[in-house]
């Protein structure tokens, strides 16, 4: 036992004399990867990054978007009641709420990069094997495997951020936004075509095709300096710098890279430090808030066109199933969309970079908390205006402004999540965020396909009361981050 002293003091010396041998000679000049990556600035490596870690929500919104155009045929075919239709999206994001923590925690001890990668691999793996499902429990069982590889996807954001100049970043993280709209009109219009000739299963199989051709070109993705010099992979983060710079026609910083490697990265106690705390549980109530009202504004959205419910309209039905039959009777409602219900999805899904150019404007000009509060409070007036009796083209018109809406503050609250926690934490408080922001996803089928069969005015006040709670803590929140660079270490 008396050799575990003299063992430590050998530790101590032995890391002293390491510090020492790395303390720069007196009068040679320095830099940090903040200030290379501001001094290297925006240019071809950038829009390259752009292209492919943006694509990342092509893949992420086909996937999450592939629910709401399958539930009436698996509706159908395995005669599925509210609750069943419901936990099918619920599971999906069950997956994604556990795996997010897991995956940002190994993020931030392994690389964004290789976390990325596996994501990617898994979801479409798993996603394949979902077009195969036998039954109702291995279809719901695989798809929240795909939620769980999904969830991975986030890191493809924290690369960009990462990356990116502070000056670049409240412009070009909002414009990843294009991508997802591109998913979700992608995986219409495929549904449009596909379901009614060769099935929901052929569906899932194309829309597992855009995830396995990205795995392809990540190789030209390197792995963030950030996360390589929070390691103490000097010698890396120097490389990427340097391919960047040759890449942009820039320039280094003159002198050597030296930055402290960070051995603490990745605590779940380092979210809940009394310089965090208020932060990160406003963060988390934001995040729950802003996926509980997107995930209700798409699967309300599906609900109103399945089951016509816009005013009690006499209005002809989605697409007509002949007589009065037994099935139309049925408590399972199996009513299958018609060209005209997947026109009107299109159109609404538009909306989502509807306010892009406000958005930005926003972002960059009145700060990430105030943008994010108008947004999210006019995200819960337009929620209660659902009510109001109005024509189809009204219906239609109010779904676009709140999916504008919701998009809006769900580019905010990424880019503020991203900027405001340090290195060594960041992919962690991504993957919390993104895990809390599914179990708002999780409960809001229930809301829309479930209870607002029961109240539609009790869901839309439920759905507008949680938006107002979240721009109340998005106008409180203690850090704004706008022209701040982003930290290393707590």
């Known amino acids: 036992m008396a050799t575990a002293p003299k063992e430590a003091e050998n530790a101590i010396g032995l890391e002293e004399i390491r510090t020492e041998r790395q303390e720069p000679p007196k009068g040679q000049k320095t830099f940090t990867v903040e200030e290379a990556v501001e001094t290297i600035g925006f240019g071809r490596f950038h829009i390259l990054l752009f292209l492919i870690m943006g694509s990342t929500g092509v893949a992420e919104a086909m996937e999450i978007m592939l629910i709401a155009v399958v539930s009436p045929f ?172 040759k890449m942009n026609r820039a320039v280094m910083p003159e002198g050597v890279l030296r930055e402290p490697a960070k051995e603490r990265r990745g605590r779940f106690k380092d979210l809940i430090h009394p310089k965090y705390l208020r932060t990160t549980l406003q963060i988390w109530i934001i995040w729950l808030g802003i996926a509980f009202a997107y995930y209700g504004v798409i699967l309300a959205s599906a609900e109103l066109l399945e089951r016509d419910l816009v005013c009690r309209s006499t209005a002809p039905p989605v697409q007509d199933s002949g007589d009065d039959s037994e099935e139309r009777r049925s408590p399972c409602h199996c009513r299958l969309f018609g060209p005209a219900a997947y026109q009107t999805m299109i159109i609404s899904t538009a909306g989502d970079i509807a306010l892009n150019p406000l958005n930005i404007l926003g972002i960059n000009f009145l700060g990430r908390r105030l943008s994010l509060c108008i947004t999210m409070g006019c995200t819960a007036l337009f929620f209660l205006l659902l009510n109001i009796c109005t024509s189809s083209t009204g219906m239609i018109g109010f779904l676009f402004m709140l999916r504008a809406l919701v998009s809006a503050n769900f580019n905010t609250i990424y880019i503020y999540t991203a900027e405001v926690y340090p290195t060594t934490m960041r992919a962690l408080g991504m993957g919390t965020s993104g895990s809390l922001c599914r179990v708002g996803a999780m409960v809001a089928p229930f809301i829309s396909q479930v209870l607002m069969s029961a109240s539609f005015i009790g869901a839309l006040c439920l759905f507008s009361s949680v938006c107002v709670v979240c721009a109340i803590s998005a106008l409180t929140l203690p850090i704004e981050t706008k022209g701040r660079a982003l930290q290393v270490c707590i």
């Open 74 to 245: 698996i509706r159908c075919e395995w005669q599925l009641q509210d609750w069943q239709v419901a936990l099918v999206t619920t599971m999906v994001f069950f997956g994604y709420m556990v795996f997010s923590i897991v995956l940002g925690l190994l993020a931030d001890r392994y690389g964004r990069w290789k976390i990325l990668l596996l994501s990617f691999l898994w979801a479409a793996y798993f996603s394949l094997l979902t077009s195969f499902a036998p039954s109702y429990i291995w279809f719901v069982f695989l798809r929240a495997m795909v939620g769980g590889g999904v969830s991975g996807h986030a890191q493809g954001l924290i690369i960009k951020t990462e990356f990116l100049p502070t000056k670049y970043r409240g412009y070009m993280l909002p414009l990843s936004q294009v991508f997802w709209l591109a998913g979700s009109l992608l995986i219409i219009g495929l549904a449009s075509v596909v379901n009614p000739t060769i099935g929901w299963r052929w569906l899932i199989r194309i829309a597992s095709i855009p995830g396995i051709l990205l795995i392809l070109v990540f190789k030209f993705i390197p792995e963030s300096a950030r996360y390589n010099i929070s390691t103490g992979n000097v010698s890396a983060a120097l490389a990427t710098l340097q391919r960047i710079a």
